[in-house]
């Protein structure tokens, strides 16, 4: 059913019905905006992740190993 759902003509479909309903003096601005909230988005994963993995790392190294128990 969705074997070809984005083709190039209903990506310009798309972007036509974008433009109507955003007009092309807000786009720029839009545009703008998505990104900076990209950016954000991204900076704040990227520090999510360097906060746990020297958590995680710490765990894994100092964590004591404990033999395992004799079969009786």
Known sequence: MLR???EPWHLLIVAIVVIVMFGSKKL???AR???KSMRI???ETKAMK???APAY???TVT???EPPA???
């Open 63 to 65: 964590a004591p190993v």
């Open 41 to 43: 988005l991204k900076s």
């Open 70 to 72: 004799p079969a009786h």
């Open 57 to 59: 790392a710490a765990e």
């Open 28 to 30: 720029p601005d839009t």
């Open 4 to 6: 070809n759902g984005l």
């Open 33 to 35: 905006a998505l990104g």
């Open 50 to 52: 360097d906060d746990d």
